[in-house]
C-alpha cells in the first residue's frame, strides 16, 4: 500500500486481550454475507444489501485485499475493520500535502455493546501508526449514528466538519499522529 514497504499486506495477526485481527480467509464468507445483509448494520451505510445477491457475487474468499482486517471473537468473525488510503482527490482531506489514512468499522449485531469496535480498532490503529508513522487517521460516520461516534471518540479522533451526504448530516473527524 505504501511505496515504502513498511505495511506490506498482510501483517501478522495482530490480537488483543479477547480479539485477533487477520487477514479474511473463506471461512468468514458466510458471516460477511450476514454482516452486508444485516438491517441493523445497513442504518446508517445505505441500507442492507440483498443476501441473494451477496451470495451469487461474493468471492469465496471475501474481503481479501490490502487494508481490510477481519475481527474475530473466539475463532469466530464479528466484524471487519479497514485501513484505506484516502484518495488524494478526496475533497474532504485534513492533509492535502500528503497521503492520510481512512478508518472504517463494520460489526455483526450480537457483537456491538461489548467494546469490541473499540478494542479492535484501537489494535488497528496501533499497527498503522506503525506502518505509516506520521500519517493523519480520519473518519467519517453519520451525526445520526450516536454509537460510532462514541467509538471515534474513545479512540481519540476530533471533529473537523459536519457536511451533508447520502441525503444525512455526516461526521468528520481526524487522529492526528501521536
Not at 110 to 124: F, L, P, R
Request: one cysteine or more; aromatic letters at 8%.
Amino acid at each position: 500500500m505504501s511505496d515504502h514497504g513498511s505495511d506490506a499486506w498482510p501483517p501478522a495477526p495482530v490480537r488483543t486481550a479477547r480479539l485477533v485481527l487477520r487477514e479474511s480467509e473463506a471461512r468468514d464468507r458466510a458471516a460477511v454475507i450476514d454482516l452486508f445483509a444485516s438491517p441493523e448494520v445497513g442504518t446508517y451505510i445505505g441500507g442492507a444489501r440483498e443476501r441473494e445477491e451477496l451470495e451469487r457475487t461474493m468471492s469465496e474468499t471475501p474481503g481479501r485485499r490490502p487494508g481490510l482486517f477481519v475481527v474475530e471473537l473466539d475463532g469466530a468473525m464479528i466484524g471487519i475493520v479497514t485501513l484505506d488510503r484516502r484518495d488524494p482527490e478526496h475533497p474532504r482531506r485534513v492533509r492535502p500535502e500528503g497521503p492520510e489514512t481512512e478508518l472504517g468499522y463494520m460489526f455483526l449485531p450480537h457483537a456491538w455493546g461489548h467494546g469490541y469496535a473499540t478494542e479492535a480498532c484501537a489494535a488497528a490503529l496501533d499497527w498503522c501508526a506503525e506502518a505509516r508513522a506520521g500519517e493523519p487517521v480520519v473518519l467519517s460516520t453519520q451525526v445520526a449514528n450516536a454509537p460510532s461516534r462514541r467509538v471515534a471518540l474513545k479512540l481519540g479522533f476530533t471533529e473537523v466538519e459536519r457536511f451533508e451526504e447520502y441525503g444525512a448530516e455526516q461526521w468528520f473527524g481526524v487522529r492526528h499522529p501521536a
